[in-house]
């Protein structure tokens, strides 16, 4: 739980940084389905040289990237242990007890491996990257076209901005809650893995009843000054494309070319 950093916003003024929250979010759009097609060792490596480059780009610190990675390290391990188990192809690499290994599995379990971490790193790298107001905006204009079909896109967009600002929040409360179980004497990490699963159950009741009392407060807080919506709103500072974001277009086909390439 140390070092969260899941949803936080990083402040810098690198050329990431300044470019349109619109831009960004079809950008990791696409490069998300992209992700999703990706067949072979070389362009999913590619893509991780890319996702790096583009950390450097955005002056973020390596190890406080990565560190984004710990809440679904375990994910990812399970995943990959799953079809490293189940995938039955090719010739048998080893065998051990009740685990019969062959290449397919191996193939399988890095490459899914690889899909979840690019998928975590370019998400990460977005909340890093763009404040909770331009996301908020971003997420707004994108959905402002379906407005005529009764899509209520800044309630949308509301909703998803705080959902992100709330993450460390709560993470922070949770990890609050387990220090005063700790110096109540409660041992997390003794006992076998049911026995510490089931210590973390008085964990969930206090961190539901912060969650709804800050919930609550939020709305009073809104509903004192005055909030009512989109309806007659207006924007201080309105997003503008520029030249700039025409590079993630080309970067976008790019990656498209490569995956077309090697997934044929």
């Known amino acids: ?69 710990k809440p679904v390290l375990w994910i990812i391990l399970l995943s990959s242990f799953l079809h490293l188990w189940m995938n039955k192809g090719g010739d048998v690499v080893f065998s051990f007890s009740f685990i019969t290994v062959y290449e397919e599995g191996i193939r399988q379990a890095g490459m899914i491996a690889i899909r979840l971490s690019l998928l975590v790193a370019i998400a990460s790298l977005l909340t890093f990257t763009t404040s909770p107001m331009d ?59 049911l026995t510490r699963l089931k210590k973390y159950f008085p964990i969930l009741i206090p961190l539901f009843v912060s969650s709804f009392r800050r919930a609550e407060d939020l709305a009073l807080a809104m509903e004192a000054r005055c909030y009512r919506g989109a309806e007659g709103r207006t924007k201080w500072r309105r ?26």
């Open 1 to 69: 739980m140390k070092g969260f950093v899941v949803g936080s916003y990083l402040p810098g003024n690198s050329f990431v940084h300044r470019l349109d929250p619109r831009a960004k979010l079809g950008f990791v759009f696409v490069f998300m389905l992209y992700v999703f097609f990706l067949k072979a060792v070389l362009p999913s490596t590619l893509f991780l040289l890319f996702t790096l480059a583009a950390v450097r780009a955005a002056r973020i610190p390596y190890k406080l990237f990565f560190s984004a990675l």
């Open 135 to 193: 996301l908020t905006d971003g997420i707004e204009k994108i959905l402002s076209p379906f407005k005529k079909f009764g899509v209520p896109a800044h309630e949308l967009a509301l909703m998803m901005s705080i959902a992100l600002r709330f993450i460390p929040t709560l993470w922070e409360e949770t990890e609050k809650i387990r220090k005063a179980q700790m110096a109540r004497g409660v041992d997390f990490e003794a006992g076998n893995l």
């Open 239 to 264: 997003l503008q494309l520029t030249p700039r974001d025409g590079w993630l277009v080309a970067v976008l086909i790019l990656l498209g070319g490569i995956v077309w390439m090697f997934g044929r």
